[in-house]
């Protein structure tokens, strides 16, 4: 090393070794050291005098490697030391260059400049609370925030006014806890912005030090307006409360199914409700679904719309019966989903839909159906009765007086036939309920009062279906009107006793009538077919199905009638 790189005088030597920073001395044509002092060498690791002669590449590369600011060197062993480096330049030639460094403390570095940036640009205002004097000191982000002018300090008093009494001693709680217990905290308060008194959210946190040395007690933080954000989040929770309330009212199930592992979540009670699943048993996976909980036929269905969904990325629209857990019952459910995927281009990793329970409406469904199949057929049956009823009417009356009243009784007997079906929920009739009805004017008072024995019923409970109550209630009418002019009750001794009974076998039920009248006139055989024959005939015979034998002994007249009875149609009941 030539002797003018070095200093000359001793006490400039000792200042250099013995100096508490690290110094430098390079070749501004080389970029060589030309000397190192023994704090520097410490610094890097090196031994005294072993950087001397050495390339400045053994610190580091790049091209600000030497200049002024903070740097990262490496040591001899390898790692990375930040310092930071000041220039200074030389007396003796501007060849040479002296350079001053010091170790940086990573705290510095991360409260550098460059930072704060970071932190305003992130929306975050630095604050400082000194125990010793009170004062609330801001940075300029923070005043921003606050709304007051920068470089302002604030006191209890004038921050507290900016809140309501309430939010300031929340504070007030907050940061003495912190102070105390020594602890980090973070907390959110309503306050109005000074200036404006615009109302505001904000955010801080922050951190008590506690006092050393001469160092008072501080509590250092940072703080954000957060108004937008927690108005965003207010506004998404309304929303899925509002959500959450139109699930509920609807009855809907609301889940999420994750296709990689087949796991599901079920987001609401509603869900559990449905398959008959405690919460604590978790959802089900589509392979336990559609393998143990879907009933066996309607699986490849399901399967189908599953796959359709996703093939022409639709919405899923699926029906099918569940056997619902703890009671075994058989459900019929509805579900509706999309599949979601984590991006555009990539394939659906989620299904997220709704199920119902469609159990009653399907029933209500299928009922209003079989109810309308009803309607067709009895209109038919009745308009063929009413058909029957004009023409043998026509045919017996001997004048348009007769025929009226004729016909006009029987449509009125064929009315409050259907006025009975149709006020009975089961659409059924009475049998005890038509023949009382027809019988009532007859009688001496009830037909089961005692001494009003001119009407005698007897037999058990019996209703009579649809289709067969209005041919048995128009054959009644015809029977009672028949009674009334030429039998047992055109005249005041005569009786009429109507006893039945049912049987039941393999073929089912069967209904045994018979009508028999004592005390009228005297009873010939007719000498032709009149309407009442006719009508037993073509209406009970055709409708009926039933056996009918008719006998003239000279004490009154008598008829049997065996009658199938129908099986109650299920559907028609509103309670099954």
Known sequence: MPGDARPQADPYRRSFDEAGIGLVILDGGT????????????????????????????????????SAGIRSWITANGSRLDVRIRTSPSSDTEALRTLVVERVDTDEIVRSEENRSALT????????????????????????????????????????????APEAEKVKTTIRAAIRDRAPFAIETRLRRAGDSVAVRISARGQAIAATGDRPGIVVGVLQDVTTRLGARDALRESEERLRIATSLAELGIFEWHMLDDQAVWENERMFAIF???SEEGALGKREFLGTVLHPDDRPAFRRAISMALRDDSTLQASGRIQRSGDGAWRIIDMAGRFESDAPDRLPRRLIGVVADVTERRIAEERQALLIRELHHRVKN???????????????????????????????????????????????????????????PYGDGASDAPGARRIVLDGPPVDLASEVAVPIGMAIHELTTNAAKHGALSTQEGRVAIVWSVTEDAAGKTLHLDWSEFGGPRVRPPTRQGFGSRLLQRVLTAQVRADIAASYPPEGFRLTM???????????????
């Open 31 to 66: 970029d060589r050291i030309l000397d190192a002092n023994p704090h520097l060498t410490t610094l890097l690791g090196y031994e005294a005098g072993s950087l001397t002669g050495r390339a400045v590449t053994i610190l580091g590369d790049g091209p600000d490697l030497l």
């Open 121 to 164: 640009a992130a929306g975050l205002g630095e604050w400082r609370l000194d125990l010793a004097d009170g004062l609330l000191r801001v940075s300029r982000r923070a005043a921003h925030i606050l709304g007051v002018p920068p470089g302002t300090s604030l006191t209890w008093t004038q921050l507290s006014d900016l809140m309501d």
């Open 276 to 278: 008959g699943r405690r």
């Open 382 to 440: 009745t308009l063929a009765t009413v058909q029957a009823i004009v023409g043998s009417t026509a045919r017996t009356a001997s004048s348009i007086e007769s025929f009226y009243e004729a016909f006009v009784g029987r449509i009125m007997s064929l009315a409050h036939t259907h006025s009975v079906l149709t006020e009975d929920a089961w659409q059924t009739a009475s049998l005890r309920n038509l023949l009382e009805n027809e019988l009532r």
């Open 562 to 576: 065996r009658a199938p009875l129908p099986a109650r149609t299920e559907g028609l009941n509103p309670l099954a």
